[in-house]
C-alpha cells in the first residue's frame, strides 16, 4: 500500500520539473536585421521621430545598412521633414534591398512625383504595376501623372481604372478636378454626382457640386447641395461663404453678413470673404467701411484682379477717379483681356481730363469685348462731347449690330428703360434712327435721377447733360455665376462673364459693373 501512494507524487514531481525546464527557456532571439522593428514602428506611429531615428541608427549600424525596414521608415521620416531628395535615395535603397515589393517601387514613384519628374515617375508606376495590376493606387497616381503632363485622354483612362478596382472619393475629386482643366464643368457636374452617390455624407463634395452648379447657373440645385453639406458638417466654412454669396446676389445683404460672420471665425484671412463682406456693404452704400473691407481683400491677395476691379468701382462711386485710376490700372496690369476694365478706366480718364488716352482706353476695351454694347454707347457718347460727330455715330451703329445679335440669341432679353432712354438721347442728338433697336419704356416707368431703389443691384447719381458724370455702380457676388445678359438699374448693359473654374473655394466676381455717361 505505501509504495501504491508513493507513484502519484513521483509523477508529479516530474511534471513540475518539466515546467520549471519550459519556463526556463528563452524566447527565441529574432534576426539581427529585424530584431528592433518592433520599436522602430511604435515610435514612428507616436511620431516620436527623434527617438525614432536614433532607435534606426542603431540597428542600420548593428546590420551595415542591410535593414530594409529601418531604412524606409527613415525615409519616411525624412520626407516629412521635407527632405524629398534624401528620402527618394533612401527609397532607392529599399527597391534594391527588396525589389520585389510593390510598396518600395511605389515609394520610389511617389517622391519622383514630388520632385516633379512626373515622366520618371510614370515609369516607376508601370514598373510596379506589372508586379500588382490590381492596384488602385497605382492607377491613380498614374493618371495623376499624366494629368499633370497635360495628356488628359490617358490620364482619363488610368482614373477609370482606379474607380474600376476600388472607388475613393481622392479618385473622384482628380477626375472632376481633370474635366475642370479641359474647361468642361458639364462633365465635371456628372462626376461629382457619381462621388456624391458613392459617398452621401462627404461634406467637401458635396460643397464642390454645389459651386459647379453655381457656375452653371443652376442655383435650386446649388443651394440645395450646399444645404446637405451645412447638415453633414455646419462649420464648413466653404459651403457658408457660397450660401452667403447667394444671398448677396439676391440683395439680401443682411442674411449675407449673417453667413459671412460665421465663416470668418474658421477663415479670418480669406480674401474672397473680406471681397464679398466688402460689396455687401457698397450695396448698403456704406461705402467706406466697403473700402476697409475691400483694403483688407487686397492686402490679403495684393494680385486678385477681382478684388482690384471692385476698389475701383467703389473708388468711381465716390467720384474718387485719380484712385479708381490707381486701382483699375492694377486690375489690368495682371488681367489685361477684359473689355470692362478698359471701359471703366476711361470713364476715371474722362473724368480726370484726359480725353486722348481714354479714346485709347476704349479701343482696347471695343477690341476685347465684342459683345458689350455698353462699350460702344460709351464710346459714342464720349466722342459726341469731344465733338467728333462722325466717330459717335459708328460708335452708335456698332452698338445697335451688338444689341441686335443679342436679341438674336436670346428671345427673352428685355432693355432697362433708363439704357433705352440713353441710347434714345445719344440718338436723337445725333439726328440717327427711330427706334431701329430701342422700344420706348411704357408710361408707367419712371426714371431714378439720383439713387435707384435700395433693392436694386446698381445706383446711379444721374446728373445734367453734358456734365458726363453719371455713374453705375456694381454688386460682387460668389454666385454671380450667369450666362444670360443682364440690364443694371442705371441703364447700362453687360454681359456677366464667367470666372475660371476654381470649386474648392468660392471666389467673388465683380458681377454687373458698369458705367453711364450722358451726352452734351
Known sequence: MADLEKEPILQQSDASADIRKLRSKKAPELPILERRNWLIHLHYIRKDYETCKAIIKEQLQETQGMCEYAVYVQALIFRLEGKIQESFELFQTCAILNPQNVDNLKQVARSLYLLGKHKAAIEVYSEAAKLNEKDWEISHNLGVCFMHLKNFEKAKVHLNCALQSSKHDLTFVVFGKLYLLEGNTEGAVEIYKKAVEYSPENAELLTTLGLLYLQLGVYQKAFEHLGNAL???????????????????????????????????????????????????????????????????????????????????????????????????????????????????????????????????????????????????????????????????????????????????????????????????????????????????GKNTKTKHRAALPGSKLTLNQQPLGSNQALGQAMSSAAGYSKTIHLSADGCLTRVQKPPSLPLEPESTAEDMNRKQTPR
Request: net charge positive.
Open 231 to 441: 447638415t453633414y458638417n455646419p462649420n464648413n466654412y466653404k459651403a457658408i461663404l457660397a450660401a452667403g454669396s447667394m444671398m448677396q446676389s439676391h440683395n439680401d445683404y443682411d442674411v449675407a453678413l449673417s453667413k459671412y460672420r460665421i465663416a470668418a471665425h474658421a477663415i479670418p484671412e480669406s480674401p474672397p470673404l473680406w471681397n464679398n463682406i466688402g460689396m455687401c456693404f457698397f450695396g448698403k452704400k456704406k461705402y467706406v467701411a466697403a473700402i476697409s473691407c475691400l483694403k483688407r481683400a487686397s492686402y490679403l491677395a495684393p494680385f486678385d484682379w477681382k478684388i482690384l476691379y471692385n476698389l475701383g468701382l467703389v473708388h468711381l462711386t465716390m467720384q474718387q477717379y485719380a484712385s479708381a485710376f490707381h486701382f483699375l490700372s492694377a486690375a489690368i496690369n495682371i488681367h489685361s483681356k477684359m473689355g470692362e476694365l478698359y471701359m471703366l478706366l476711361a470713364v476715371a480718364l474722362t473724368n480726370l481730363e484726359d480725353p486722348g488716352n481714354a479714346k485709347r482706353s476704349y479701343d482696347q476695351a471695343v477690341n476685347l469685348d465684342q459683345s458689350n454694347p455698353l462699350i460702344n454707347l460709351n464710346y459714342s457718347i464720349l466722342m459726341y462731347n469731344q465733338g467728333d460727330r462722325k466717330g459717335a455715330l459708328y460708335q452708335y451703329q456698332q452698338m445697335e449690330k451688338k444689341v441686335n445679335r443679342l436679341k438674336e440669341s436670346s428671345s427673352s432679353l428685355e432693355f432697362d428703360p433708363e439704357l433705352v432712354d440713353m441710347a434714345q438721347k445719344i440718338g436723337a442728338a445725333l439726328q440717327v434712327g427711330e427706334n431701329l433697336v430701342w422700344t420706348k419704356p
